[in-house]
């Protein structure tokens, strides 16, 4: 599998507010994942979508993947103060279900 | 609920010592997954295992060494710490039939 690069690097909003992180990654892929961590604990699964797949919601998320610019972006809408978090992207490319983390976006949403 | 559990929340060890890192999954998965997070450098893959009593190195290995006697048992070893082991290690499971992992609550480690 291969890393995924998330930008921004940091996101900071108002409660209300819509937020977009977006990212980027290299090979073919067969999914791509987001994950959220909350200060000082483990990631949380939040979506995944599938390559033949180009839109996916749950709750206030919405995600989008292009596979010919090789790049997904996750949508957060209504933000809460709750929402404050780091978020990752992992693509996947088979093999053990062994995913790579990158950096990740932080999100601040502000009340 | 899928649940994955590690020893400890907290831990301070000295330089030299010998490490053990727990982890515990009940969702009878195959796969379980040892990862360091360090500020700026996301999460590395130290190792993983696909089955018991086998392990593959992940992309930072060196200093660390795994143990899976049990299907639901991950252990990661810090063989001698050092002080560049300080980090905050997470452990993951997952099933070869759902691609999504499942993490703990991580063990934030200090090596003195």
């Known amino acids: 599998s291969q890393q995924g690069e998330e930008d921004p690097q940091a996101l900071s909003i108002q409660e209300g507010e819509n937020a977009t992180m977006n990212c980027s990654y290299k090979t073919s892929i067969n999914n791509l994942q987001w994950y959220r961590q909350n200060s000082g604990r483990g990631l949380v699964h939040l979506i995944l979508i599938r390559s033949n797949e180009r839109e996916k919601h749950s709750g206030r998320l919405r995600v989008t993947l292009d596979t010919s610019k090789k790049s997904s972006s996750l949508l957060i809408t209504a933000s809460r103060a709750a929402d404050t978090a780091s978020y990752f992207c992992?693509?996947?490319?088979?093999?053990?279900?062994?995913?790579?983390f990158g950096a990740g976006t932080r999100l601040a949403v502000h009340p | 609920d899928v649940k994955v559990t590690q020893s400890s929340r907290y831990l301070v060890k000295r330089t030299g010592e010998k490490v053990f890192l727990e982890c515990v999954q009940d969702m009878d998965h195959e796969n379980m997954f040892w990862y360091r997070q360090d500020p700026g450098l996301g999460l590395r893959l130290i190792y993983f295992s696909y089955d018991v009593k086998m392990k593959e190195k992940g992309d930072i290995p060196e200093g660390y060494s795994v143990s899976r006697e049990k299907k639901e048992r991950f252990s990661l070893i810090l063989e001698s710490a050092s002080t560049n082991q300080t980090s905050m290690y997470l452990c993951a499971s997952s099933s070869p039939q759902v691609e999504t992992q499942y993490f703990g609550p991580g063990t934030r480690l200090l090596v003195l």
């Open positions: 992992s693509p996947f490319s088979g093999g053990y279900n062994k995913l790579i």
